[in-house]
């Protein structure tokens, strides 16, 4: 069973930087490729960022430029790292392990283990 905790959250004024932190258990991490998704309320999850085992990066265009996503295999953990933040980026954050690229990385479909989310708040 996998088991995924995400931590980093908070509260943060415009213009500010948190970075977020998914601790990854029970399977070989390594060898996984791993994804960041939001949910605003009343908005679907969207995809924010993902990072295949290999180190290859995405972003959605939303937060290109602005955020990173980087991994240290050895702490089993990938981080998301959130610069220049704008009250739009207001939404619990998740993160999760990919099973398959059927649906394309952006889909959250294609992804099977989820952490329970951290909420970040953006003042304007």
């Known amino acids: 069973q996998v088991q995924l905790v995400e931590s980093g959250g908070g509260l943060v004024q415009a213009g500010g930087s948190l970075r977020l932190s998914c601790a990854a258990s029970?399977?070989?991490?390594?060898?996984?490729?791993m994804g960041w998704f939001r949910q605003a309320p009343e908005k679907e999850r969207e995809f924010v960022a993902a990072?295949?085992?290999?180190?290859?990066?995405y972003f959605a265009d939303s937060v290109k430029g602005r955020f990173t996503i980087s991994r240290d295999n050895d702490k089993n953990t990938v981080y998301l790292q959130m610069n220049s933040l704008k009250p739009e980026d207001t939404a619990v954050y998740y993160c999760a392990l990919v099973k398959s690229t059927t649906w394309g990385i952006r889909s959250p479909r294609s992804y099977d283990y989820w952490g329970q989310g951290t909420q970040v708040t953006v003042s304007a």
């Open positions: 990072i295949w085992s290999g180190g290859t990066t």
């Open positions: 029970g399977r070989t991490f390594g060898s996984s490729s």
